[in-house]
């Protein structure tokens, strides 16, 4: 079982630092008594926590079947010709970054499915998601 409070410390370090650094594993690691390899196993399991860091808008591109068959692949690189970035990467300003390899958020039925940050855009269309970067440029 993993303690709550180990699923708070990795989500207030991702919002201080937008990723879980090695200190921050090894600081949570030694507070709650456990080694550092299962607080990187509890990290690894949930999609919210990155090793990487990140930007301060995070943008995920659903590439799952559904999404790709419905034009998710014209959004994402409308992203990366816009952004000047790939994913995985942060733009040089830190203010987006590109999350890679995301699979299927659930969604298929109102595919392509983009996220930007906490909010998810269902049935996607490029102007829509440039129009969202726009406004948070
Ligand atoms: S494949 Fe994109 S939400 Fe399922």
Do not use: W
Request: glycine residues 6%; neutral net charge.
């Amino acid at each position: 079982m993993i303690p709550d409070s180990i699923i708070v410390a990795l989500q207030k370090e991702m919002q201080k630092l937008g990723y879980i650094s090695r200190d921050a594993v090894n600081q949570i690691a030694e507070r709650f008594h456990v080694s550092p390899t299962h607080v990187y196993s509890v990290a690894s399991f949930y999609q919210q926590f990155s090793f990487i860091p990140q930007g301060k808008n995070v943008i995920a591109v659903c590439t799952g079947t559904a999404c790709f068959i419905a034009g998710a692949e014209k959004i994402l690189t409308m992203l990366k010709e816009e952004l000047g970035i790939s994913e995985g990467e942060i733009t040089p300003d830190g203010k987006f970054s590109i999350q890679k390899n995301t699979r299927c958020l659930g969604k298929c039925s109102t595919a392509p499915i983009v996220m930007i940050n906490e909010r998810v855009y269902e049935n996607a269309t490029v102007e829509q998601i440039k129009e969202a970067i726009h406004e948070l440029r």
